[in-house]
């Protein structure tokens, strides 16, 4: 059942941001009365899986889901129609028009990808509003167990001050990404202040260990459930540690220390039971385990607990408008940034190139409207940005020309833009080729 609900997510999401990208060709197309022969969610090589005529254009679905296209007559594009192209020009055709009502055209699929993006986060930001910790309100500072992040010179209590000089405000998801990216990391240990220069290749390191967090909030070492082989039975689901062996415990990671130091022996745990505190003997196993499953405390409880002051920010409709804005253009800058380090060989970032598998892998086992509309904007702006670039074959390729044509008045020959055309798609292939690669690659190292 998760990977049907995993799948569901993926393709409601995929094809959300196919049919809209292509439709922001198609309306253009349409006002400036060019013929659209052809309106495709999905590839239909050889044959369409449903299809429909209506006017002059057929609208189908086809087998293939690695995207999909619109048709415009008299426009050299994946399809190579050169039997329409060797035609005398006609006055519906894409060729046919100015040259800036077919950059218009052209421009139409990213342009509504990116107000999509925008969109949705405003949506968010009204209907979910904003819930985050303050970072001055992390006491004890991070946990961080990551080995790259370890390897980096980070430590469990760490507190992060800012990230490439901005202030961290707030503890949100979005803090992983930026320390991914980030050069120069401010942080606050034992009451000391250091600085914390990144490794060039940090992106490759991480690929080298347990994917996770880099950094999270601290939790507190809660029974889940006893094992049915464990002896430590007098142990109950929803128990909190809050000592061991006589020594406090805040925390699971500081419970992991004592453990480990006691291994094989039986100490007194002090656990917090419906508000009561209690004595228990335990047994520590011969690998510094007590035989039970950790819990999971949520925001709520983790605030009722003390352990952490949750902050909220409701928004209203024009309130969210901005905060939606402003969100929409830090993912911009962040995947602008993730694109130069892909294309920097020395940072290794090229190695974690993913492709179908890769972005499948984001969305959840469990629905949640929130994540898969957080996910589809995101993605929103990656289909935006990879489309503009100025490679033929891609909306930005033909862009590119189109540029050229309205500066220099001068329009690239047809036969030219065939070649060019056919240069792009190879070296498209290449890229799909290479990105799924990596995806197989990882599939058989585990990595």
């Known amino acids: 059942m998760d990977i049907v609900i995993k799948l569901s997510q993926f393709l409601l999401s995929l094809s959300l941001l196919i049919i809209l990208h292509e439709l922001g060709h ?7 009365k060019t013929r659209v022969e052809k309106f495709y969610l999905f590839f239909d090589v050889k044959y369409s899986l449903l299809k429909k005529k209506i006017g002059e254009t057929e609208y189908g679905i086809g087998w293939l889901p690695l995207g999909g296209y619109v048709k415009i007559s008299g426009m050299i594009d994946e399809s190579m129609d050169k039997e329409q192209m060797a035609l005398p020009p006609q006055p519906w055709e894409f ?5 800036w009502q077919r950059l218009i055209i052209m421009l139409g699929g990213v342009t509504v990808n ?7 986060y405003i949506g968010m930001a009204f209907a979910y509003g904003d819930t985050y910790i303050a970072n001055s309100d992390l006491k004890d500072g991070l946990l961080i167990e990551n080995k790259a992040m370890q390897n980096a010179g980070f430590k469990t209590g760490d507190k992060i001050i800012s990230i490439d000089g901005e202030k961290v405000v707030k503890f949100d998801n979005d803090i992983n990404m930026k320390i991914v990216m980030a050069k120069q990391v401010l942080i606050e240990r034992n009451g000391i202040q250091q600085s914390i220069t990144m490794p060039n290749d940090f992106v490759d390191q991480l690929s080298k260990f347990e ?6 909030i601290r939790m507190p070492f809660a029974i889940g459930a006893v094992t049915a082989e464990s002896k430590n039975t007098a142990l109950q689901p929803k128990d909190i540690v809050v000592a061991l062996n006589g020594q406090k415990i805040k925390y699971l990671d500081e419970a992991k220390t004592v453990l480990e130091s006691n291994k094989n022996k039986t100490i007194t745990a002090t656990v917090l039971r419906d508000q009561k505190k209690l004595q228990v003997p335990v047994m520590v196993s011969k690998d ?4 039970v499953q950790l819990g999971g405390l949520g925001m709520a409880s983790l605030e009722k607990l003390g352990y952490y002051k949750i902050s909220k920010q409701e928004f209203g409709l024009l309130e969210s408008i901005p905060v939606g804005l402003v969100k929409g253009k830090d993912q911009l800058i962040g995947y602008g940034k993730q694109l130069k380090m892909i294309f920097s060989p020395s940072t290794g970032a090229y190695k974690q190139v993913g492709g179908f598998k890769a972005i499948f892998d984001i969305f959840p086992n469990t629905w949640s409207w929130e994540v898969f509309w957080t996910i589809t904007a995101l993605l929103s702006i990656m289909l935006g940005v990879m489309n503009l670039l100025p490679i033929p074959a891609l909306d930005g390729g033909h862009v590119m020309f189109l540029l050229y044509e309205i500066v220099s008045g001068k329009k690239p020959s047809d036969k030219f ?5 056919m240069v792009g798609f190879v070296l498209l292939i290449t890229l799909l080729l290479f990105a799924n690669g990596n995806d197989i690659y990882k599939a058989i190292v585990g990595k």
């Open 95 to 99: 060729r046919s028009k100015p040259a």
């Open 288 to 291: 510094g385990k007590l035989g």
């Open 417 to 421: 833009l065939e070649n060019a055309q």
């Open 114 to 120: 990116f107000i999509l993006a925008f969109i949705i």
């Open 26 to 32: 198609f309306i253009p197309a349409k006002l400036f």
């Open 211 to 216: 994917k996770g967090s880099l950094v999270d």
